[in-house]
Structure formats: C-alpha cells, structure tokens
C-alpha cells in the first residue's frame, strides 16, 4: 500500500495477494488477488474523489474449479449539507463474471451517507444505497447453449457507529430489499461488521472482527441458481487478533478465529478453524 498526499490531492495505491491451502483430506486451493486506487482532490467547500479497483478470486479443489473476478469504478463527492453535518455522496458502475461465463453481472449504484457528530470520541452515520443489476448466464441443454437473463433492485439503509475513547468501537450494518424477476416480496440481505479493541498496556492491544451476511430469497419456481444475485467477499468470519508492537513501525501478532464462505453459485461452503501468526511493517516517506 502507498499513500501520496501534497497540498490539496491525496492518492491511495495498493495491492493484495493472498493464497490459501485449506483442509488436509479434501484440499482446497485459492489465490486471491485485489488492486486498485484512489484519488481525492480538496476544492473550496468539498471534496472530490475517484476509486478505481479490480480482484480475481480462484479456487480448485477436489469438488470445485472456479473463477471469480470482478471490476468497480465509482465517483465520490465529500462535504457539508448543514453546517455540523457531514455528507458523502458516491455513484459508479461494477461488472462481476463468476465461472467463465455462466454468470455475467452489471451494476449501477449510488449511495449517500449523513454523519451526525455528538462530541469528539462519538459519531453516527446514516445513508441509504441502491443498486440496479442486470445477469446473464449460459444454460447448456442438449442441442445447444442457451443464454437467460435476470434484471433487478437492491436497495435499502445503512448505518455507522463510530467510538475513539476509551476504546475503539466501529460498527456497520445494512439491510436490503432485492427485487428481481425471479425472487419474490420480502427477499432481503443482511451484512454487518464489527471492529472493536484497545490497547492493554503500552505494547500490547486485542482487537475484535466480526463480519456476518446472509440472504433469506424467496424464489420462483424452477429458478436458475445462476439467475441468482451472488456477490464476492462474503466471508463470514469472527477473529481475535493480539499484538505487540515493538516499536512504532514494528507489531507481531497472532490472530485466531473461524470464517464460513459461501459460493452460492457452486452450492458449496468453505468453512473451519484457523490460527496465523504475522508480523506488520509501516515504512514511512522514502
């Protein structure tokens, strides 16, 4: 990751390689890779911004081969609405592709978001996001490959707590309604995230990471799972993470807990225990 920042322009480039070997038995390989970029510009009274970012996921194993990749471009506007009111504004458009081609996903969105600062330590944010998606996938019959399509909505609130005190508390979640031609009133999703810690002594801090999604669809008759919305990075997971910085640039640390990922599309879960022990390094301007 590099942070740039000079005057009114701030610039966020980063990249994530991540491979994985799960099980013993039953292997399952997967190889992670997310990138992308940033850009704000500060004019008078707001703040302008540009986001940019693309991963792959791909995973093989004894009872999957699968590729998952995806692209996002958004627009981003930072300012006041009132004079104690901070507001953000974003709105982009996504592409997603699971399994070569049996799954071609286009999305358009825009979202926004109200901070309401009660003091220094403690902020609450409030928004509302939508989304219009269109799927296309391939269905294989016996004379030949046939393409279907799916349109829809995603839509509903979002909300942000923010504590800096005595310890740290951040907590997202939102709810959204999914309208498609092929779900049926009240299909909904759920996602939330949990990040709390503190430091214990001077060294040594504990954080906590929870992450949860789920999806309750109620579907049509001889539905095409492939028809279905299936988003990445739905890894449901709970860690504990305990480190020790010894110094400012310098923490080792080890980090346990469990995760669940699901491949809709596959109709398959990934799921168990793990334990890492890692060292973080910060460099500073060079």
């Known amino acids: 990751k590099y942070d740039y920042e000079k005057e009114k322009q701030i610039a966020i480039f980063q990249f994530r390689f991540r491979p994985e070997l799960i099980g013993f038995d039953e292997q399952v390989k997967i190889i992670r890779l997310k990138g992308g970029g940033t850009y704000y510009y500060k004019f008078t009274d707001l703040t302008g911004g540009l986001n940019l970012s693309a991963q792959r996921h791909i995973y093989s194993g004894k009872d999957i081969d699968t590729k998952y990749e995806s692209f996002l471009l958004s627009g981003e506007i930072l300012g006041?609405?009132?004079?104690?009111?901070?507001?953000?504004?974003?709105?982009?458009?996504?592409?997603?592709?699971?399994?070569?081609?049996?799954?071609?996903?286009?999305?358009v969105f825009v979202e926004s978001k109200f901070n309401r600062i009660l003091n220094s330590y403690l902020k609450f944010g409030y928004g509302f996001y939508a989304e219009n998606f269109s799927i296309s996938a391939l269905a294989r019959t016996y004379l030949a490959l046939q393409k279907n399509e799916n349109t829809g909505w995603r839509l509903g609130p979002k909300l942000n707590i923010n504590y800096v005190k005595i310890f740290i508390f951040n907590f997202d979640y939102r709810f959204l309604f999914h309208n498609s031609r092929l779900t049926l009133f009240p299909s909904n999703e759920h996602w939330f995230r949990v990040v709390t810690g503190k430091m214990i002594s001077g060294e040594w801090s504990v954080f906590l990471l929870a992450d949860y999604y789920t999806r309750n669809f109620k579907t049509k008759n001889s539905t095409d799972n492939n028809l279905l919305y299936t988003p990445i990075n739905l890894e449901n997971n709970i860690y504990?993470?305990?480190?020790?910085e010894l110094k400012n640039s310098f923490e080792i640390y080890l980090r346990s807990g469990y995760t669940n990922e699901s491949l809709y599309i596959n109709d398959l879960s990934i799921k168990g225990w793990n334990i890492m022990v890692g060292i973080e390094v910060n460099k500073g301007d060079i």
């Open 240 to 244: 504990i993470k305990l480190g020790y």
């Open 80 to 107: 006041y609405l009132f004079k104690n009111i901070p507001a953000d504004a974003s709105f982009g458009y996504a592409y997603q592709r699971l399994d070569a081609d049996d799954q071609n996903l286009d999305i």
